[in-house]
C-alpha cells in the first residue's frame, strides 16, 4: 500500500544513518521467513542479543494465542530490531524504540525486512528510559496491548529508570513481555524489584542460552 510505504520511507530522514566501521549481516528464520540484520559489534544496541531470539521464538509458538494479529505493541529498547521484525511480521502494529543513536540502523533493518512482508509496517520513535514519557507517549493517546522487552537488564546504571519506564507504558489490559538473559546479581536484583511492581509469570525457560521470559501484569491499587 503506497499510502502506508511513503510515509515510512520519509520517516527515514528524521534518522542520521549510524555510522559504524564494520557491519555484519546475520540471518534468522521465524514465522517462515528470512529476515537479515545488520548488526555491529561496536555497539551494544546494534547486536541481537539471546533474550531477543527467545522472545522471537516465543510470539512465534504463542502467535494465536497471544492475539498478535491487529495488536498494539510496543519494543523497549528494539537496538538491531529483530523482535519488532517478527511482531511486524506476525500482524502486530509496532512500535520499536531505542536510544537515538542506534536508531539509524533500527530504522535500515526494519524497513529492510518488513516491507511488503508486513499488514502494518513498524515505527520508530526514540526514547530515553525515564526521560520525558508523558510528553512524548501521553497515556491519553497511547495504548498498547504488548509492551515488549529483551536483554535490557544488564550491567548498566539506569535499571531504575527502565523499571519506572516499563511501568508508564502499561495500563490496565497491557501485558508486559520481558526476556533476559541472566547474567550478574543485579539482574536477579532488578527480578525482585520487577516483581514488586508487576504480578509476574515466568513464562518461558531456555536453559542453554541462561534466558528466562516473564510475563508482568502491572500492580493496580
Known amino acids: 500500500d503506497p499510502n502506508k510505504i511513503e510515509p515510512s520511507l520519509r520517516s527515514l530522514q528524521k534518522f542520521v544513518p549510524t555510522d ?28 541481537v542479543w539471546p533474550g531477543a531470539t527467545a522472545l522471537c521464538q516465543y510470539l512465534e509458538e504463542h502467535t494465536e494465542e497471544l492475539n498478535l494479529q491487529d495488536a498494539k505493541i510496543l519494543e523497549i529498547g528494539a537496538g538491531p530490531g529483530l523482535v519488532s521484525i517478527v511482531a511486524s511480521i506476525l500482524g502486530a502494529q509496532v512500535t520499536a524504540t531505542d536510544l537515538p543513536d542506534v536508531l539509524g540502523n533500527l530504522q535500515y533493518n ?9 499488514a502494518h509496517l513498524p515505527e520508530v520513535r526514540e526514547l530515553v528510559w525515564g526521560e520525558s514519557l508523558e510528553q512524548h507517549f501521553p497515556k491519553s493517546t497511547f495504548y498498547y496491548d504488548y509492551v515488549l522487552a529483551s536483554d535490557v537488564v544488564y550491567h548498566h546504571y539506569f535499571l531504575d529508570k527502565l ?59
Request: hydrophobic share 45%; proline share 2%; aromatic share 16%.
Open 163 to 221: 523499571l519506572a519506564t516499563m511501568a508508564y507504558l502499561c495500563q490496565p489490559g497491557t501485558v508486559l513481555l520481558w526476556a533476559n538473559k541472566f547474567r550478574f546479581s543485579t539482574d536477579y536484583e532488578f527480578l525482585d524489584k520487577f516483581k514488586q511492581v508487576f504480578d509476574t509469570t515466568l513464562v518461558a525457560e531456555f536453559p542453554e542460552s541462561s534466558v528466562s521470559i516473564f510475563k508482568g501484569i502491572l500492580k493496580w491499587d
Open 110 to 118: 526494519l524497513l529492510k525486512n518488513t516491507l511488503k512482508r508486513a
Open 20 to 47: 559504524y566501521a564494520s557491519y555484519t549481516q546475520e540471518h534468522y528464520l521465524f514465522a517462515g521467513t528470512k529476515i537479515v540484520i545488520q548488526e555491529s559489534i561496536e555497539s551494544y544496541g546494534a547486536v
